[in-house]
């Protein structure tokens, strides 16, 4: 299994951002995906999931901002992040949460 | 909202150790519970789902147990690999959320 995360960078607070994830070794379509985040020196927080069907679920505080997409036809997961804030810098995992991991891609809000 | 409180948030051992950690939802979860290791600068690694079932290639030093609110996790001997940050979660249901980590150390 491989999880390879893409996207990442600096932006401008208000700006937008889309992380890609490419997945392999694993039938991507059967298999429900999600983001999870991690602040500098903070823990982990549950950004969104996404299911085989296509429902998405996001956590309060990026809901209304982040949509979280699939293309099953090329393995990949994807993030789009719209008003971004300092507060959503972090290093950003693509997950099928209990097993297997992606490295991360950071993103950093700043001016 | 189900939270996830793990506790204590930090520990130090020493080599040899058994080690507990343990994480409370606050509300029941079956056994919908995940542990996962987190080495500095590192992605976290999967250990345990369904509460006590290792994943794959996870050494039978880790174990998990629990049910509905109350959850641990347990080293049986602690090894300098072993050293990290770590944490629990649910998937009982949207939003899935973490347990704020427990970082254990070298004593």
């Known amino acids: 299994v491989q999880l390879l995360e893409s996207g990442g960078g600096l932006v401008q607070p208000g700006g937008s951002l889309r992380l890609s994830c490419a997945a392999s070794?694993?039938?991507?379509?059967?298999?429900?995906m999600s983001w999870v985040r991690q602040a500098p020196g903070k823990g982990l927080e549950w950004v969104s999931s996404i299911t085989t069907t296509g429902s998405t679920f996001y956590a309060d505080s990026v809901k209304g901002r982040f949509t979280t997409s699939r293309d099953n036809s090329k393995n990949t997961l994807f993030l789009q992040m719209s008003s971004l804030t300092a507060e959503d810098t972090a290093v950003y995992y693509c997950?099928?949460?209990?097993?297997?991991w992606g490295q991360g891609t950071t993103v950093t809000v700043s001016s | 909202d189900i939270q996830m409180t793990q506790s204590p948030s930090s520990l130090s051992a020493s080599v040899g150790d058994r080690v507990t950690i343990t994480c409370r939802a606050s509300?029941?979860?079956?056994?919908?519970l995940a542990w996962f290791q987190q080495r500095p600068g590192k992605a976290p690694k999967s250990l345990i789902y369904g509460a006590s079932n290792l994943q794959t290639g996870v050494p039978s030093k880790f174990s998990g147990n629990g049910s509905g609110t109350d959850f641990t996790l347990t080293i049986s001997s602690l090894q300098p690999e072993d050293f990290a940050t770590y944490y629990c979660q649910h998937y009982k249901g949207y939003p899935f959320a973490f347990g704020g980590g427990t970082k254990v150390e070298i004593k």
């Open positions: 070794g694993f039938t991507f379509s059967s298999s429900s």
């Open positions: 997950a099928k949460l209990t097993s297997d």
């Open positions: 509300q029941g979860i079956s056994n919908s």
